[in-house]
């Protein structure tokens, strides 16, 4: 089984490259940000609640999150493995998920993080948000909250998953392909 965090700021793009892994290493692909829509669509208490996160364009407490998560990963008991799109986003969740993937004897493979400058991260949002609807892409001001969101409480991951010799950050500049390229060299690895 092959469990996989792919991690960039907002605009690395994580899901242009998650669908490509996918279909090529059979995983299921779960997005923090289309479950958090998905709930939020819904109506589902947990989805209520993580809009009052979201639209304060603050990260929903880890509770909400895995809870979330968990539920997602139980409704596909014969995966090949996963690639986790946005989430672990603490220290606190990566931890809840190791230890709810090790009660399943699973881990987590590696942790690979798209590298983009922030000019470019910003551009690509910008651009994103002439299409995508979500108005949370088409402010420059609410970009840039949101990566400093990500920046502020993420950065610790790269520690956890260093100390277990899974880090693995990539130049997540140039084209989809040339980026898929550099993905694949780290998972054929395991």
Do not use: C, W
């Not at 939020?40 to 909400?64: F, N, R, S």
């Amino acid at each position: 089984m092959k469990n996989i965090v792919l991690f960039g700021a907002p605009g690395a793009g994580k899901g242009t490259q998650a669908e490509l892994l996918k279909d090529k290493y059979k995983l299921i692909h779960i997005s923090t940000g289309e479950v958090f829509r998905h709930n939020i669509k819904e109506l589902t208490e947990l989805g209520k609640l993580a809009k009052t996160y979201i639209d304060k364009t603050q990260l929903v407490p880890d509770e909400v999150t895995i809870k979330m998560l968990i539920a997602e990963v139980e409704k596909y008991p014969e995966a090949n493995g996963f690639i986790f799109d946005g989430f672990p986003r603490t220290k606190s969740q990566a931890e809840s998920l190791d230890k709810f993937l090790k009660e399943r004897d699973h881990e987590i493979n590696a942790m690979i993080v798209l590298e983009v400058p922030e000019n470019i991260l910003i551009k690509r949002i910008l651009s994103r948000g002439l299409t995508s609807g979500r108005t949370n892409d088409q402010s420059e001001e609410k970009i840039k909250i949101r990566l400093q969101n990500y920046y502020d409480n993420t950065d610790i991951l790269k520690d956890f998953y260093q100390k277990q010799n899974k880090y693995h950050g990539i130049n997540g500049v140039g084209t989809v392909e040339e980026i898929k390229e550099r993905i694949q060299q780290i998972v054929e690895k395991f």
